[in-house]
């Protein structure tokens, strides 16, 4: 699920801002409260005392699922309606991000406007100087290790913040190339190399970044099952259209309506392709992202502006041949 869904929630930030990292963050608690939605009207708060009445006091048999981050409970509420309530594991030290996530999503209101072309660039500007931060200015250097969609939180202006460093590795240093390590991360974001031998290296955030982009572009996640067979899997589905600038238009969100530069979308998708290069060597430097996203964002802002210019200069020219028709 991704949190910074292409849909404009302008949902608060619900981490604590590390005052030195401006693209990093750090945990805090989740709310006392679990939120349900329900339709035409935000979301019905429960207290948890309420939830452990509909599970019987979350009974072992009244568990339908269980995952990493804690269980699934059916439940049946005062009303008779029932539900199914997730249970995050106290005593799991990952979780808390998505588990927020997912409450934030269950409370979005059904009309939402998606994100425009320009607020999409900035959270890939945003992201990329995280990266970055990680990659370059601190000795040793960090490996996130965890990059996805869900672990960027947008404040109320969509700043864009890294989260969740539950997975991060401390670089190689000196003649090492790489970290050997348990493979761990994300299906569906994890790089190809690493998953296959656990030799983990900063290419390895390049290729999770890689993934961010084209969900940010197409506004699909990484994974969903729910597409028909042949999509359910981006970056599979999404190679067939990356090397081919003919094409590029069919990986494009429809929700944008056209409404983005045809030369920048160029850029960000030759940019895609080479972050998800199978060879991990043939991958760019965080840095080389950050230079290319920066000339993007700025050049998408200039086209943004000529576009709501024109729009003024047209609805003005509109309204001055009504007047005069009459």
């Not at 945990?27 to 708060?45: E, L, M, T």
């Not at 409970?73 to 990952?94: C, D, M, T, W």
């Not at 995280?130 to 700043?159: A, M, Q, T, W």
Request: aromatic letters at 8%.
């Amino acid at each position: 699920m991704s949190c910074f869904s292409c849909l404009d929630t302008r949902t608060h930030d619900m981490r604590i801002n590390i005052d030195t990292v401006p693209y990093l963050t750090d945990d805090s608690s989740v709310n006392g409260k679990v939120n349900s939605a329900k339709p035409g009207g935000g979301a019905r708060s429960f207290t948890f005392k309420e939830l452990a009445a509909a599970t019987k006091n979350f009974r072992e048999d009244n568990m339908i699922g269980k995952g990493g981050f804690g269980s699934v409970f059916k439940g049946r509420l005062y009303s008779g309606q029932v539900v199914a309530i997730k249970q995050l594991n106290p005593n799991g030290h990952q979780g808390n991000q998505e588990f927020i996530v997912e409450v934030l999503m269950l409370n979005l209101e059904p009309t939402q406007k998606p994100l425009s072309w320009n607020t999409r660039m900035k959270i890939a500007v945003g992201a990329a100087r995280g990266i970055e931060y990680l990659h370059c200015k601190i000795s040793p250097s960090v490996i996130y290790r965890d990059l996805k969609s869900s672990n960027i939180l947008l404040d109320k202006d969509f700043n864009p913040k890294l989260s969740d460093f539950g997975l991060a590795k401390v670089g190689p240093v000196g003649n090492r190339t790489h970290v050997s390590t348990r493979v761990m991360g994300t299906y569906g974001y994890c790089a190809p190399e690493y998953a296959m031998s656990g030799k983990l290296t900063i290419k390895s955030d390049i290729y999770c970044f890689g993934v961010v982009l084209l969900e940010l572009v197409t506004g699909r996640e990484a994974i969903d099952l729910n597409k028909p067979n042949g999509e359910q899997y981006l970056v599979s589905w999404a190679r067939q259209y990356l090397s081919e600038p003919k094409k590029f238009g069919h990986l494009v969100d429809p929700l944008l309506r056209g409404n983005y530069p045809k030369k920048c979308l160029n850029y960000v998708i030759a940019i895609t392709e080479m972050c998800l290069k199978e060879e991990a060597n043939q991958r760019p430097t965080i840095g080389d992202v950050v230079v290319a996203f920066e000339y993007i964002a700025a050049q998408s802002k200039s086209y943004e502006a000529r576009r709501v210019s024109r729009k003024s200069t047209d609805s003005d020219r509109s309204r001055e041949e009504t007047k005069q028709s009459f």
